[in-house]
Every structure is written in C-alpha cells, then in structure tokens.
C-alpha cells in the first residue's frame, strides 16, 4: 500500500494557473480577435501568433489544475461544506466582473456591442449558457464546464470521499464521456462533457499520486485520461482553427497538452514542492478575477490607448487588468467572499 502524503496548499499550481491565464490573453489579444481589435489586414503579429495561436490550450490546464484542487479541498468534507466553498470562491468576483464588463462594453462599446439589462441579471447568477443567453463576456463559457465537473463530483462527496470512490469516479466519468460521443442524447454529451472531462480526471489522477503516492491505478487513472484528451483536442484543434482562420496543428496541440501532463506529474511526485514563493499564491489568487475580466475589458481598452507598438500594448493592457484583478481581489472578492462565509456557515 502506498504511503499517504500529506496535502497543503502547492504554489506551483497557483503558478501554473497564472501561465494559463496569460497564454489565454495572450490568445485572445494577438490571435483570435487580431481583426477585431487591431483592425483588418496584414496579421499584426505575424510571429508571436505561431505560438500564441495555441495560447487557448491554457484551458485545458485550468481543468487539470481545477481536478486536482477540487480533489484536495473536498477531502473530509460534506456535501454542503463543498457547496458553500464554491459559492465563495466563484461569486465574488464574478459577480463584480459581470457589473465591470457591461458597464465597460455598453460605454464604450468599440470592442463588443453593449449588453442589455436581462443579459447581465442572467449572467449574475451563473447559468447563462444553459439558458440560451449570450455571456457578458465570452471567456465565462469555462465556468459551466467547471460547473458540471462540481455537480458530477457532488455525488462523491455525498457518499464520502475516499480512495476507491474517486478511482471508481474517474474511471466511470471517461468510459461513460466516450459512449456519449455517439448515444445521440444530446443531455448525456452536456453533463459528461467529454472534450473536458479527460482533463478534470487527470487532475484527480495527479492528485491520488501526491495524497497516495505512485499506484499503477492512479497511473492508469492519468494515461486513460490522456490518452481521451488526444482525443478530444481533434475536435478542439478545427474548431480553433476555423475560428482563427489559420491551419492549426494537432500535432504540436498533443505536445503541449502532453508537457502539462508532464508538469502536473512533477508536482503531484513532489518535485516542485521546494518551490514555495510567496508571489506564487498571489498569482493564485489573481488568476481567476484576472481570466474574468481581461477579455473584454482589455479587448477595449486596447482601442483606446495611444498609437504604439502592438506588443508594447498588449503587454501594457496585460498589466493593467493583473492591476484591475488585484483591486477587484482585495476591494471585493476579499470582502464579499468573508460576509458570505459568515452568513453561509450560520445558515
């Protein structure tokens, strides 16, 4: 039997969450939207875009990062503990990143077209995208996903987190993701989401190593999920390309999802664990109010600024929506997130 390791927060995610985040700004700022922001024409970015252009697989790590730390949080927990964690981590910011990104497209609405009242009240509370109303910003579409992994989790959590349950869990979640891809039920394909679930499983699977150390189940858990990744970033892959207007290749998308395999591993076996910056944490907890806030938002205040050199902008908005993230972090997130934990723990 393995010996257990004691778990702990890790920085080296909350690094991890932060290079994820940037290669997705950096995404939407040279690749996807080059049209949009920086006018049509020659490509404004003709080098940077051969590898920012692959900045949308930050996702993918987000999900693998997502199923380890949910993994690690949820251990010993209820069911409601588990959905008041939720609720204070995801709300606060949100919350303020919806109110800040309407208020921002509907005044200076260069970048995106203004949002109208019932769009924002829908988006407040979470569930836009099942009920067919457009986001306030097109970066929240991850939250739904992340939503789904939360609910499909909640049923472990409900019999009790332990070893065997979240083996079982993960195995079943990627055999059952694959049969949905052809069963033609459109609800089984929405809760297995099985473009994604691969990474939320890896996650999980990394995080058995670290609790349990190496077991050739946790590892079948990791290669069974990667394996369903390189398969799910086919889909992934064209449909990028085709938004892009480039060719896109699946091969070098492999290679990057197989590095953050590659990475998540050494932090799972503790090879990064000497690595304790205290910057790190705080990329952490940047990360989310950042990745909510930059698309849109930045998108504009690119229009706006002063004529430049292009990278010289696209690093300047970058720093100054880590700048907005931080303010939003300490001036709500932080407060807001510490009101509903008082009230949600006395209910």
């Known amino acids: 039997m393995a010996t257990p390791r004691v778990g702990g927060r890790l920085a080296v995610l909350d690094g991890l969450r932060l290079c994820a985040a940037l290669a997705v700004a950096f995404f939407h700022f040279t690749a996807i939207n080059a049209d949009k922001l920086w006018g049509p024409g020659e490509a404004p970015f003709q080098r940077a875009v051969h590898v920012t252009s692959y900045g949308w697989l930050g996702v993918e790590l987000f999900f693998m990062i997502s199923g380890f730390v949910i993994s690690l949080s949820c251990w010993g927990r209820t069911v409601g503990a588990f959905a008041r964690s939720r609720l204070i981590r995801l709300f606060p910011a949100y919350w303020a990143a919806v109110l800040l990104t309407a208020a921002v497209v509907t005044i200076w609405p260069s970048f995106e077209k203004p949002v109208n009242p ?9 569930l836009n995208e099942p009920l067919g109303i457009p986001a306030v910003d097109l970066s929240y579409w991850t939250l739904w996903a992340e939503a789904r992994f939360y609910l499909l989790f909640a049923v472990v959590v409900a019999l009790g987190v332990t070893r065997r349950r979240v083996l079982w869990f993960g195995y079943a979640w990627l055999i059952a993701a694959a049969v949905s891809v052809k069963a033609g039920l459109p609800v089984l394909t929405i809760l297995l989401q099985p473009a994604y679930a691969p990474y939320f499983v890896a996650g999980i699977g990394f995080f058995l190593v670290h609790k349990f150390g190496s077991d050739i189940r946790h590892w079948g858990l990791i290669v069974f999920s990667w394996a369903m990744g390189m398969y799910s970033l086919g889909a992934r892959v064209a449909a990028t390309g085709k938004t892009e207007h480039r060719e896109l290749s699946l091969t070098v998308a492999m290679l990057i999802v197989t590095m953050f395999f590659l990475i998540v591993a050494a932090v799972a076996l503790g090879w990064t664990a000497r690595v304790r910056w205290p910057w790190l944490v705080t990329a952490g907890l940047l990360t989310y109010p950042f990745y909510l806030l930059h698309q849109h938002i930045g998108g504009t205040l690119i229009q706006h600024l002063p004529e ?19 303010a939003v972090h300490r001036l709500v997130e932080r407060p807001l997130a510490a009101y509903l934990k008082k009230r949600l723990t006395a209910s």
């Open 118 to 126: 019932q769009q924002v009240v829908v988006n407040l509370t979470m």
């Open 308 to 326: 430049m050199p292009r990278p010289v902008t696209v690093v300047l908005v970058i720093a100054a929506m880590l700048a907005l993230a931080y």
